[in-house]
């Protein structure tokens, strides 16, 4: 069955939310079945903390709206490849499956860089989807940094 899409829908409006208020384009969505548990976007400027990556604070949120240490069982949706704290962030928490739109070749550690889900010291290995929304993702990835170049 293939993943419903309004959940990347939502990212994909929270990475555009982000760009507009000068954070790199980035969203992400946890979801447990059909709930959202989390949304959020990038806040590294605004929270002046280079962690406040979207999936970092969607995890911090879901764990806070669920009461538990884990969300197994729980899916992200996010619009670029997780780096690798948020790779470890997501293994650490068990998170069932991750969606992703664009692929990062420079900062990726999902299917790109150390690929951490496939090293044998990674004690959980998510299912991995590439692509969701990715020529949206990219869109707004290569738009927001042409604005930066200029």
Known sequence: MPPVTAPMDLALALAAEAAAVGEAPVGAVIVEGERVLAAERNRMQAMRDPTAHAEFLAIRAALET????????????????????CAGAIAHTRLRRVYYG???????AVDNGIRLFAQPT??????????????RSEALLREFFRGLRD
């Open 66 to 85: 669920r009461g538990t240490g884990r969300l197994d069982g729980c899916d992200l949706y996010v619009t670029l490849e997780p780096c690798a704290m």
């Open 102 to 108: 664009a692929e990062d070749p420079k900062a990726g």
């Open 122 to 135: 990674c004690h959980h290995r998510p299912e991995v989807i590439g692509g969701l929304g990715a020529s």
